[in-house]
């Protein structure tokens, strides 16, 4: 397979309500799109996931654009590549930055599956023809908008609901949302809020029968994870400390976490993620998807990801509609009684709408393997 154009779009796209975590507020998504294209003309559509301010880790959609275009697709119109594995090998030597890493290898696991005429599902080896899907709901104003918008995802089919906490959102408010809810698989994301002397506040969260609370402690953090997941009844679940397959061993090994989530973007790629899910398997962690705010084509990736054999939580892909007017691919993700049904057609199984595409296109570079320079 020989890449022979690379075509980055940074989109802009308005979210259908403000979405609120512990290290901020969005009102809109800013990314980059990645298109590569075979000397046969096929594309393969990967996306970056970085925000525009280096507030989930330290990347951003301007360091992504940077190792891009200075360095990964460089690397990549260089050589032939026989399997998209080899592609996580080749970037190797760049260290981290691996959500740059991960729109690039991405497309060209869309490519090497529309050329080998199979699903992407199918071409990573998973099996599932439906996936279970869950939500994620935002900080928000009052306690009752909360029970309100997870009262509409339970009518909705959800199979799943997940929580923002921070301190001060925390406690008291989950107690409230198992009052309305008491039955509902219910589960709290820190997003790194807290610290180890939260400790007997977080271990209230046990009478909740939570699913799991997602990255209570730093970012950085597997040892003290460790030290609060002795004392817990609920599943710790690791999240930001997770970027690769030997991030996930050394949990592991310390007893740091009962549940790994899985992001594409935040463990370099399609690749190291099939790798962490293996791992998984050998050591009996279940793994579940994480969300980004993806756009439609991070969104079909998700959910090909999702059809390998240990995904046996829901996941954060909720429908397009959950987030966007109108999504980038046709037709749009949709959702039913909680489960997505798992395209087919060869590659994510979804077409990018180049029109609406171009209507939200603020920026764009062509490369060239005959030049190996950018136009605009």
Known sequence: MKIKNVILRQLKMKLKF????????????????????????????????????????????????????????????????????????????????????????????????????????????????????????????????????????????????????KPGWDVDVIREIRRSFPSIQLMADANSAYRLSDIELLKQLDEFDLMMIEQPLASDDIVDHALVQKQLATPICLDESIHSVEDARKAISLGSCKIINIKIGRVGGLTESKRIHDLCVEHGLPVWCGGMLEAGVGRAHNIALTTLANFTMPGDTAASSRYWEKDIIEPEVTVHDGLITVPTTPGIGYEVNLDTVDNLTVRKQVFEKATLTARK
Request: glycine share 8%; aromatic share 8%.
């Open 18 to 165: 403000p979405f609120t975590t512990s290290f901020g507020t969005f009102l809109d998504k800013d990314f980059i799109l990645v298109e590569v294209q075979d000397e046969n003309g096929l594309s393969g559509w990967g996306e970056s996931v970085a925000f525009m301010s280096p507030l989930y880790n330290e990347e951003t959609l301007k360091t992504n654009w940077h190792l891009l275009e200075d360095f990964l697709i460089p690397m990549i119109m260089e050589k032939e590549i026989g399997h998209p594995d080899e592609v996580s090998a080749l970037f190797e030597p760049i260290r981290k930055n691996n959500m740059a890493k991960s729109a690039l290898e991405g497309a060209i696991w869309d490519l090497y599956a529309k050329r080998e005429n199979t699903s992407l599902a199918k071409a990573l080896g998973g099996t599932k023809q439906e996936i279970e899907v869950g939500i994620s709901i935002g900080i928000q104003n009052t306690v009752d908008d909360l029970l309100t918008i997870i009262d509409d995802s339970v009518t909705q089919g959800y199979r799943r609901i997940k929580v923002k906490i």
